[in-house]
């Protein structure tokens, strides 16, 4: 007689995991890697990997010494103005073939792709040659790197809109003013919110980069000047604060800010 062929779920074997389990196991990884780092600093020359002591020291002087907390703050005004234009440009991109149908090939096959393929690099030598090492050519840098993410994400949200509600609305009125505050901006908040997170963690990942090229202050700055002396203390020390600062960003800003879109409009 055949015998019946039960299969195997390795799910169904799968403890439940309690969110304090999950916190004290990230919290021991993070002291293990920073005991593992300290014991092993003594043998590494500090030019290479800095003693961890030594980070925290100098991640103090960024809040302590006015000089190097006024880069910081130029490095955060450069992310926040940078953040801000490519939304609202990005926004305005994407509500283009909403108000103009004839548009949506232009910006879904021209605008979009080119905004998207084009180099960071390519930008951050632009910024300079048209506005030279000012403030401006950073913010626009960062901006027009961060602007595919907010169109294309934006985009996408007007696209999957509910067609429904949408139609439901013309049959009120014909008022594109009102549809679009009234409804097409509500829907599309979700997608803003998502543009809005995705954007803040790529800015901090380019700004960087752009300082360091078009900038006179900001982080990017600082990196260049410690790279120069090789000052590796100062290079972990602004990893290490724009590690935190994105850290509490996103999880007391964003993810609180997620979570009470998602309970009013729906989740992304």
């Known amino acids: 007689m055949a015998q019946a062929q039960v299969a195997f779920d390795p799910l169904s074997t799968r403890k439940t995991v309690s969110a304090a389990a999950k916190s004290r196991a990230a919290h021991a990884f993070t002291a293990a890697f920073l005991l593992l780092w300290a014991a092993a600093s003594p043998a590494i020359p500090e030019y290479l990997a800095p003693a961890p002591w030594s980070v925290a020291v100098r991640m103090a002087d960024f809040v302590i010494d006015p000089r190097l907390a006024g880069h910081a703050l130029t490095t955060l005004a450069h992310v926040g103005a940078a953040l801000g234009a490519a939304f609202i440009v990005g926004l305005v991109l994407a509500m283009v073939p909403y108000l103009a149908p004839v548009m949506g090939f232009t910006i879904d096959k021209r605008v979009s792709p080119f905004l998207n393929a084009f180099s960071g690099l390519g930008w951050a030598m632009l910024a300079v040659l048209w506005f ?137």
Request: with cysteine; hydrophobic share 55%; net charge positive.
């Open 132 to 268: 030279g090492v000012t403030h401006l050519s950073v913010i626009f840098a960062v901006a027009a790197i961060l602007l595919p993410f907010s169109l294309i994400g934006l985009r996408e949200g007007l696209i999957v809109a509910d067609r429904e509600l949408l139609e439901m609305a013309r049959s009120f009125t014909r008022k594109r003013g009102k549809h679009l505050m009234r409804v097409v901006l509500p829907a599309l908040a979700p997608f803003m919110m998502a543009a809005l997170r995705t954007g803040f963690g790529t800015a901090w990942k380019v700004v960087l980069v752009v300082e360091l090229i078009g900038g006179n202050s900001g982080f990017g700055f600082v990196l260049n000047l410690a790279r120069q002396q090789f000052d590796s203390t100062t290079l972990f020390a602004v990893i290490g604060l724009i590690v935190a600062f994105v850290y509490c960003a996103e999880r007391f800003v964003f993810a609180p800010l997620q979570r009470r879109v998602q309970r009013h409009y729906g989740a992304v």
